[in-house]
């Protein structure tokens, strides 16, 4: 008992903060608090907007509540046939792109995770080299050209199909999770590896498929630049595309010029309108991810601390 | 001897059958990696090749280093390279050490539910896409209906059209970018503080340290090996600034100072169709930084010991 108590006095002591430790506490405090409202605002700001009477928006009196609530820049996206096709894309994209990334990514990984395996070695250095050194954007072009798969998904799906970075958290994860000694009594019970993966490595790894999905599906979800590269038609543009015509080069902008003042105002309020729309694409556009987020970033995080063991 | 040398030719017989069908599991995307990666290496030689589509790779001429030449004698030789050194060296000094910042703070911070709201938040802006960004930043920007302009007006500011005017391009560039990432970056500094045994910080309280002393001599010795690997890659593509979000906010005001190398290369090559002169750009942009890569990290070995290989 009387230990006790001065083991607590102990810890008292030594939790008692000094003046600088205050001082220190306050000030990380207010930076943090800081941090968390510069980032937070504008992303609470754009779904303010989003359901915000449009006049409200432009003439800048939204600014920490939603005024004049209305959903028409919802349905005006909705209306939209081609962010509706290009999010379907997008949706097709991502399912294939990912299936292939694992179905390559996984196998690839767990091979190299043997210390048994002879091939680590070159092959390991055969896709280092990919990371440090590559042909470009042109030559890629011209061997994506020449397979006849320009204007087609595997453009987008097959070049980069195996993420190096990605391959080695699997790898590290393998490592240390599938050990050796577990093939070897499988082999011993006549199970050859192909099984062994399949049936024991991968029932054990969900942990690093779900990382693995996520960081690739996050990155076929928001990418554009290849797509801008290969894909020319605009059936089969992703839904990224179809933003950057809408949000950056603008082609929902109203060009014709009104002469009466009626059709001046009408024009302004559809001006407008198209702007809600905007702020309501970007949250629509954000939505898988966004509804994922929670599940997404324990997970992203988890792949972060496997990658950071060197190995 | 003989009998030596088919003893070994059985052994790496048995071991190639022992290691067959993991090198089967290797093949699909040793193939694919093949053909997306190593196959472009080798069209390289279209930047010493004057291309002709119809000749094809092999049927165009040679012309040596003409397109080299031509590059490095043109205006945009200069302007690019500047201007993508200026915004990558910019991002790196501000993009680098706040992550780390951040990480100290949250680390040392006790309260652990809003030490969670912070972090949920801050890595939230990582996983908006480069469109949306960009498409955020122009709509926030806007000099009729942008949410910065309107806090402007109400501080009794004039409007300014910030995307028109070159000087605040790169500034935009770079603090945009501290927004959206640097939360995201701060996790593997975050993970290797979270990797210090408490011990150390018993200890050094014992001795009477202040957090910040603690900081200073214990949190910031333990990340510094992650932070000079991470020093050392981004060293490595010092010269390769994506070309995403550069493109998308590049417009005819600001080309001067927003036009880089990625960028350039993608009008050369595929709106100008001027495949061998964007080629040999891309390949003297590769081997800079390849040249960056292996000096960083040669220095870094000599300097701290900690090295990429």
């Known amino acids: 008992m009387k230990k006790e108590k001065s083991i607590q006095s102990f810890r008292k002591k030594k939790t008692k903060r000094c003046k600088e430790d205050v001082v220190f506490d306050t000030v990380t405090f207010l930076v943090l608090t800081a941090i968390l409202i510069i980032v937070a605002y504008p992303l609470y700001w754009v779904v303010i907007s989003s359901i915000s009477k449009p006049s409200a928006v432009s003439s800048g009196d939204v600014l920490w509540k939603p005024i004049g609530f209305t959903l028409k820049g919802y349905v005006e996206v909705f209306k939209n046939s081609a962010v509706m096709r290009g999010f379907l894309n997008s949706v097709i994209y991502t399912v294939c792109g990912v299936a292939v990334n694992l179905a390559v990514t996984l196998p690839t990984a767990y091979a190299l995770s043997r210390s048994v395996f002879g091939g680590k070695k070159p092959i390991t250095i055969f896709y280092m080299i990919t990371m440090f050194f590559g042909g470009g954007l042109i030559p890629t072009y011209l061997v994506v050209k020449n397979l006849h798969m320009l204007n087609s998904m595997w453009a987008l799906i097959l070049p980069g199909c195996l993420s190096v970075y990605n391959m080695i958290v699997a790898r590290t994860f393998f490592k240390s999770n599938i050990s050796e000694e577990l093939y070897e009594a499988a082999e011993i019970d006549g199970c050859s590896q192909g099984k062994f993966f399949f049936k024991i490595a991968l029932p054990l790894s969900k942990a690093i498929i779900a990382i693995l999905v996520l960081y690739y599906g996050v990155g076929h979800w928001n990418a554009y630049f290849s797509a801008l590269v290969y894909i020319s038609d605009k059936d089969h543009y992703p839904l990224q595309l179809v933003l950057r015509n809408i949000l950056i080069t603008n082609e929902t902008a109203l060009s014709q010029t009104a002469t009466t003042k009626a059709a001046r105002e009408a024009l302004r309020e559809k001006q407008q309108l198209i702007d809600v729309m905007k702020y309501s694409l970007i949250i629509i556009s954000s939505i898988p991810v966004l509804v994922m987020y929670p599940f997404i970033q324990k997970h992203f995080v988890k792949g972060v601390m496997i990658g950071s063991v060197k190995g | ?309």
């Open chain 2, 1 to 309: 001897m003989n009998s030596k040398t088919k003893k070994k030719k059985g052994h790496i017989l048995r071991v190639l059958k022992r290691d067959m069908s993991l090198w089967m599991f290797c093949i699909p995307g040793i193939v694919l990696t093949f053909i997306f990666s190593y196959v472009p290496m080798y069209g390289i030689q279209l930047a010493f090749r004057r291309y002709n589509g119809r000749a094809g790779i092999w049927g165009s001429p040679w012309v040596g280093l003409y397109y080299f030449k031509r590059f490095f004698e043109s205006p945009y030789f200069d302007s690019t390279i500047r201007n993508t050194l200026i915004l990558s060296l910019y991002g790196l000094i501000v993009s680098f050490p706040i992550p780390i910042i951040l990480a100290l703070m949250l680390n040392s911070f006790r309260h652990k539910r809003y030490r969670k709201v912070v972090q949920t938040v801050t890595y939230a802006p990582n996983f908006i896409s480069t469109v949306v960004m960009c498409g955020m930043i122009i709509l926030f920007l806007s000099p009729s209906v942008g949410v910065i302009n309107n806090i402007m007006h109400f501080l009794g500011l004039d409007p300014l059209n910030f995307m028109a005017k070159k000087e605040y391009w790169r500034h935009i560039y770079v603090w945009t970018g501290v927004w959206q990432s640097t939360g995201w970056s701060s996790v593997i500094y975050f993970a290797a503080l979270s990797g210090i045994s408490p011990e150390l910080h018993e200890a050094g309280r014992c001795d009477g340290a202040t957090k910040l002393q603690l900081i200073r001599h214990i949190d910031l010795p333990s990340i510094l090996p992650t932070a000079t690997i991470l020093l050392i890659m981004s060293c490595g593509s010092i010269l390769s600034v994506g070309f995403e979000k550069a493109y998308l906010l590049q417009n005819n005001l600001n080309l001067t100072v927003s036009e880089i190398i990625s960028t350039y290369v993608y009008k050369v090559g595929l709106i100008n169709n001027d495949i061998s002169y964007s080629t040999a750009i891309g390949l003297f942009n590769t081997l800079i930084n390849l040249v960056m890569l292996i000096a960083v990290n040669k220095a870094a070995d000599k300097l701290s010991g900690n090295s990429l290989w």
